[in-house]
């Protein structure tokens, strides 16, 4: 990393933490001269007079470290201006993440960072108002008729549009960024239904330099890697688990959480299989979240061995399906099923994703995903000594350079290892 760029991340990590960091006044200055050049820093009354005073009126919600508000700027620009809560820690250290990623990222699949106002005790973020909010609004929806607002062909944008922007944090931003928290309502959807990636409190950036980080585990339940959850190894291969259950929610029009085993012949072999390998999970606080993702891949892969992926499908959407938006359905089911791999070696990935998005389905040849199943606990890795998946038998789709892994000897403190990419960036498939 260069000089410029660690006196750049140094600043701003003064700016929001405090007088109580080691930086010196020239990092500060370097950092103004940056965010002036660049016209990053925004005055707090300008925000103020944006918003009407913070007004009830203007707010749309409630975000991870505080309110957002909806706002015009003097240049006539429409903003959502996120407020951190006085008083967060760890809101803080999330904003601080948030602000030092995004404002060196741009793409139109992550959502754009205006800049940002810190005046004591009040600090900012501006980013790009995004009209449609975030996607989980429509497919969670129990209205039907805001559902079908997102029809398949909709839908399928909002996959290439999320692949796109993961792929460019993957492989095509100033280092690998990744994002740790990958879901639907951080899935923003502008006028167009162009989607955006949003919500960097959690990401991890890695320089090119650096291989390993000490962090806790953050995420949201039922998204999260296994292998990160239970054993601290990240990688982008975390991103990729992510996506591919966002995918599988975005074909079924449901959460993950919001499964339960069928009523069908093989719902006594779905329970035993389960039973027989809870036990893994109990070094998880959530076990009945994890069961609910569990049952929802495990579901997702029955329906697609037998060769009914499209019974998968949102009920909403089936009336106007076609038989080439078939085809389309059961290669996201696919993919969603090779994403969310149990061995993070056989995800493909988000390049070859992207790829095979981008194709015809009858002409790109995918892997054949295996059955679900649950990494062995570390008092098995530990006796065997290496890690093996159930029912794991068919070859990696894109194996990672340099992976490693790490088990934690704490349940808060965790060892992490990021990984290095080495295929060859494809600007086209980005845009």
């Not at 008083?87 to 959502?111: D, I, T, Y």
């Not at 108002?129 to 497919?139: A, G, H, I, R």
């Not at 944008?157 to 309502?185: F, M, N, P």
């Not at 892997?367 to 062995?376: D, F, L, S």
């Amino acid at each position: 990393m260069g000089k410029s760029r660690r006196k750049f991340f140094r600043g701003l990590g003064k700016l929001f933490c405090g007088a109580g960091g080691h930086q010196d006044g020239n990092d500060q200055e370097a950092l103004e001269a940056i965010t002036a050049t660049e016209q990053r820093v925004f005055r707090y009354d300008k925000l103020a007079a944006a918003t009407g005073n913070f007004s009830s009126k203007h707010k749309l919600g409630e975000g991870g470290f505080g309110p957002v508000y909806k706002g015009r700027l003097e240049d006539g620009r429409e903003v959502a201006v996120k407020q951190l809560g006085r008083g967060s820690r760890q809101g803080a250290r999330e904003f601080e993440n948030e602000a030092l990623l995004l404002l060196r990222v741009q793409h139109k699949n992550v959502v754009k960072l205006h800049g940002y106002c810190a005046d004591g005790d009040d600090k900012l973020l501006v980013y790009e108002y995004v009209s449609n909010q975030s996607l989980d609004k429509f497919l969670f929806s129990r209205e039907e008729g805001r559902k079908a607002e997102l029809d398949w062909a909709r839908r399928y944008q909002v996959i290439l549009g999320v692949a796109r922007g993961l792929l460019y944090l993957h492989e095509s931003a100033h280092t690998t960024i990744i994002h740790r928290d990958i879901k639907a309502s951080n899935i923003l959807l502008d006028g167009r239904w162009t989607p955006k990636i949003a919500d960097f409190g959690m990401a991890r950036l890695y320089p090119e330099n650096q291989t390993h980080v000490n962090t806790r585990v953050a995420g949201t339940n039922g998204y999260m890697a296994p292998e990160y959850v239970m054993h601290g190894v990240l990688s982008v291969k975390a991103d990729v688990f992510s996506f591919g259950v966002l995918l599988l929610e975005i074909v079924a029009g449901r959460k993950n959480t919001a499964f339960a085993p069928l009523p069908d012949p093989d719902a006594g072999n779905l329970l035993e299989w389960v039973y027989d390998t809870i036990f893994n999970w109990y070094l998880m606080e959530s076990h009945s979240v994890f069961f609910n993702q569990i049952v929802f891949v495990y579901q997702a892969w029955k329906l697609y061995e037998k060769g009914k992926s499209v019974e998968l499908l949102d009920r909403a959407l089936s009336p106007a399906i076609t038989a080439a938006d078939e085809e389309q359905v059961g290669m996201c089911v696919q993919l969603g099923l090779l994403c969310t791999q149990t061995d993070p070696k056989h995800r493909p990935d988000m390049k070859i994703v992207l790829v095979a998005l981008s194709k015809k389905p009858a002409t790109m040849a995918l892997e054949q995903p295996t059955k679900p199943g649950i990494p062995e606990t570390r008092r098995r890795r530990r006796s065997h000594g290496t890690t093996t998946t159930r029912g794991s038998t068919t070859t990696p789709v894109a194996a990672v350079s340099g992976d490693k892994s790490s088990s934690a000897s704490s349940s808060a403190t965790i060892t992490t290892t990021a990984t290095t990419t080495t295929t060859t960036h494809s600007s086209n498939l980005l845009h």
